[in-house]
């Protein structure tokens, strides 16, 4: 199913449970010379009660065929890749919304020396967001493309390590639907870490934000936050990092009244077994503006759970619930719930059941409504 591509400062994403479900096959790969190619090919049928995500409740069949396609290399203490997939659905009940996603990602993974490591990426998308649109005539095709890179100084086990990361996204319309919201976004960031134990280290940490409106200029902004916090890795039962702190937001614009409000950023993975998980993330912080708001306040906590329960069964249960404060004074929570069982057939080919629960309460009546998905999902490789 189509997810929603949209600009985003937080490193910690929160994604859904039919994205978080864990593919177990091992796909072989193709020699190419110096690289590896691994092909996969993913095959599903959804029935979802509310596919634009609004108070209309349209329903529709969706079949989706998504091929990926992973070129990588390795050479010495550096790792190189190439994915390419497209995502084709096709509404039964409503042919006009079928359509083809292209997603194209670059990663390298590059240790120079002990002290010095570099992980860059480049990514670009063509989509078309059917969720959530504002009028069932036109859905929202836009562009997006991003580079980033992180450095860090200093050696894994050194007292002291810093990080330096610059990311910048860029969001074009391909029909001019929500030609307000095209932007260009740069962050930067800084983060110094402190060991205070073998895998435990104290950091802080320091990200310049800055929002440039192509269009609705008046919405041009700077964030500025400041975190400080934990990080500890691969304890007896545990791995996180938890920074809380400060942000606040700057309009270009005189007349906009600027925000600010206390942050945070945690994430955690707790495995009491060595097939059984926990991961918790939440997150608070200042997002751009939407439905006539400049800016919003947004608290997201999400709970994940994946057992294996035997050597071919894997489930995987998800809970959320996320909270919007528009300075507009509007506000919406949305309540999720995600359940998915996969059963490994063979090496080569998994078969997942689904169903994902939304419920979005708002204050603005217009806007309460809540979705039922269903999908069963065949995930091939060589």
Known sequence: MKKLYRISTTVLAVSSAFASQVHAIEPASI????????????LSETYDDNFRANNQAETSWITTI???????????????????????DNFHSS???????????????????????????????????????????????FSTSGLGAVYTFGAPSALMNIELGYNHERKRTDNNVNFDKELDSNVLSGTFFYRIGPRTQLLAEARHSEFDYKSANQFDSTNMS??????????????GT???????????????????SSSWEIGMTWQP???????????????????????????????????????????NARISHTNKDYDNGRNDKVKSL??????ELRRWLDLSLGYQYN????????????????????????
């Open 31 to 42: 020699k190419m010379g110096g690289f590896d190619f691994v092909p996969t090919l993913e």
């Open 338 to 343: 995600g359940l998915g069982v996969t059963y």
């Open 242 to 260: 938890a920074k809380v702190g400060h942000v606040k937001k700057d309009f270009k614009d005189p007349t906009k009244a600027d925000r600010d």
């Open 273 to 315: 077994l060595t097939y059984s998980a926990f991961n918790f993330t939440t997150r608070q912080g200042i997002d751009e503006g939407d439905e006539g708001a400049d800016s919003i306040k947004s608290t997201i906590s999400s709970l994940n759970w994946n057992h294996r329960w035997s050597g071919f069964v894997t489930t």
């Open 226 to 239: 400041y975190l400080a916090g934990i990080r500890w890795q691969a304890t007896a039962f545990t791995a």
């Open 95 to 141: 042919s006009k919304d079928s359509n083809t996603d292209h997603l194209l990602s670059a990663t390298a993974n590059m240790e120079f020396n002990v002290r010095n490591r570099l992980v860059a990426r480049a990514s670009y998308a063509k989509v078309e967001d059917v969720d959530d649109t504002d009028t069932s005539t036109a859905n929202d095709r």
């Open 359 to 382: 419920d979005q309460s708002s204050t603005v009546a217009s806007e309460n409504h809540d979705r039922n998905q269903y999908m069963l999902k065949l995930t091939m490789g060589l």
């Open 66 to 88: 998504k091929p990926n396609f992973v070129l990588s290399a390795q050479e010495r203490n550096s790792l190189y890749e190439l994915s390419y997939s497209f995502v084709h």
